[in-house]
């Protein structure tokens, strides 16, 4: 079997303009299933036009974008797929618990589901706060769990630990590749290229094209340098950009 038949996600040859501007240019990625995938780049590169793609919410020019198996944004895969945006997509005058009482009534989730994932993300000892009182990494983890309540197959966050404190960041680096051990595909962007080395592969952008797709013990040695960044900066160069 082809890698690109085992591939969760399959974007073949995306293109996608803007106000009559080209944003994503011929854009072509596969990832694996169980993978924790960085998508990494630049501010205002197209990562985020790209998972929006993937989650089948952007008009595209031209291209195909396959999300297991499935043409993006079909009915087949709404409780297949979770998407967390940059900005917390939970309610701010609910505690976390009835964020996730809600959420689960729309998904139609057994009620246990919403223990598990509260206990997934580490928000036991606030579930019955506010939401909006909580800190910015609190609140980004009640919108990871609300994502996580149907138990996606594939998970797209887009940049999830912008702005948190190392630890923080560690914890949910850890509890995402504790769902992919579970058999959950991560697209994780991030503009942080420190955050590459947390990842089982990398997916390079910039200025609305794949440079590389690559691994980080790869990369390394491509570019011969140990230093993600330093690495990437290799990759730009190399490319003429």
């Known amino acids: 079997m082809s890698a690109h038949a085992e591939a969760a996600i399959l974007v073949d040859d ?8 080209p944003v994503l240019h011929g854009v072509s990625v596969a990832v694996p299933a169980g993978e924790v995938a960085g998508l990494l780049g630049p501010s205002g590169c197209g990562k985020s ?14 291209g195909r974008v396959l999300v297991l198996g499935e043409p993006a944004g079909s009915a087949a895969l709404r409780r297949r797929v979770g998407y967390v945006t940059q900005a917390p997509s939970v309610y701010l005058d609910l505690t976390v618990a009835e964020n996730l009482r809600f959420f689960a009534r729309v998904l139609d989730c057994p009620a246990g589901r919403i223990d598990e994932v509260i206990a997934t993300v580490g928000l036991g ?11 910015g990494g609190q609140r980004s983890r009640v919108s990871l769990a609300t994502a996580l309540l149907a138990e996606p197959e594939v998970l797209i966050l887009d940049e999830p630990t912008v702005g948190l ?3 923080l960041r560690k914890e949910l680096w850890s ?4 769902l992919a051990r579970g058999g959950t595909t991560l697209l994780i ?15 390079l952008m910039r200025d609305g094209d794949v440079l590389a797709q690559t691994t980080p013990d790869r990369l390394r040695a491509d570019t011969g ?14 490319s003429g950009r």
């Open 14 to 21: 995306l293109r996608v303009t803007r106000g009559g501007q």
């Open 49 to 62: 036009t790209l998972m929006r793609s993937i989650m089948g919410v952007q008009i595209v020019a031209s």
């Open 125 to 135: 000892d606030v579930e019955s706060r506010i939401v909006g009182a909580l800190s």
């Open 165 to 167: 404190d190392p630890v």
């Open 175 to 178: 509890t995402f590749h504790e």
């Open 189 to 203: 962007s991030s503009h942080v290229m420190d955050e590459a080395a947390e990842c089982t592969s990398l997916v």
């Open 225 to 238: 340098q140990q230093d993600l960044s330093a690495a990437f900066l290799a990759i730009i160069e190399r």
